[in-house]
């Protein structure tokens, strides 16, 4: 899941949240993501409310080893409604977007989604590259596009690989590199930012696009 940092907690409306995922009330669901996210904008509905409920959720299928269903349900609504908050925002500020990827075999992507849906609130459009990016694929984009910011997401220390930030090619003007997740050990990637939070991580990325 997600976790170290990203999430503060907002207890009485996360736990209803994850009630209603126990019960597979989808529509209840998804009408108080989305409401969370009017109210009070994607950072502080990410970091106070939707963080403590898929630790929850988590926490449960570690404890009885049943419930996947409730998880796969939750992460589908939560992508669906992140994904359409970025189209809601199409007027970029930034003419060269930056790459949002999960770096090595990660599969979790949903810190991306959430970063990407913050950034579209500020006007800053992204390219989301998504889970299990091999370098090649983020060095390829470095080359082609010169993008003024790169955020890597390592949720699994095997995936937090520092080559993902020493083996990037080098262009110019040269992007901010930024790592994100508690897979990175930060000490061995000297050349890059690490932000402990989906709020860091946004102010990081506006500075390198001069927002």
Same mark, same amino acid.
């Given at each position: ?14 736990? *209803? ?8 009330? @989808?529509?209840? +669901? ?20 939707? #963080? ?9 299928? !570690?404890? @009885?080893?049943?419930?996947?269903? #409730? ?11 992140? =994904?359409?908050?970025?189209? !809601? ?6 003419? =060269?977007?930056? %790459?949002?990827?999960? +770096? ?5 992507? %949903? ?6 849906? *913050? ?14 990016? /091999? ?6 984009? +470095?080359?082609?596009?010169? /993008? ?5 997401? &390592?949720? %699994? ?12 090619? *080098?262009?110019?003007?040269?992007? =901010? ?21 989906? &709020?860091? &991580?946004?102010?990081?990325?506006? %500075?390198? #696009?001069?927002?």
């Amino acid at each position: 899941m997600i976790l170290d940092g990203w999430g503060i907690g907002d207890k009485s409306k996360s736990d *209803a949240i994850f009630n209603a995922a126990e019960s597979l009330d @989808s529509l209840f +669901v998804e009408t108080m993501l989305r409401n969370e996210i009017a109210e009070n904008g994607i950072i502080s509905a990410w970091q106070e409310v939707f #963080v403590p409920v898929l630790i929850q959720v988590g926490t449960a299928w !570690e404890k @009885s080893g049943k419930g996947v269903e #409730v998880e796969h349900m939750l992460t589908e609504i939560l992508t669906r409604v992140l =994904r359409e908050s970025v189209s !809601e925002n199409v007027v970029p500020i930034n003419s =060269r977007p930056v %790459l949002l990827a999960s +770096v090595g075999e990660e599969l979790h992507s %949903l810190a991306l989604h959430a970063l990407a849906a *913050a950034l579209a609130e500020r006007g800053i459009e992204s390219q989301f590259l998504g889970a299990r990016t /091999p370098v090649e694929a983020i060095s390829s984009m +470095v080359s082609r596009f010169a /993008p003024p910011a790169v955020f890597l997401w &390592a949720q %699994l220390p095997v995936n937090g690989d520092p080559k993902f930030v020493t083996d990037l090619p *080098a262009v110019r003007p040269a992007p =901010r590199i930024i790592i994100g997740g508690p897979g990175w050990n930060p000490d061995k990637c000297q050349n890059a930012h690490f932000v402990g939070s989906l &709020a860091l &991580a946004v102010d990081e990325i506006a %500075l390198a #696009v001069g927002a």
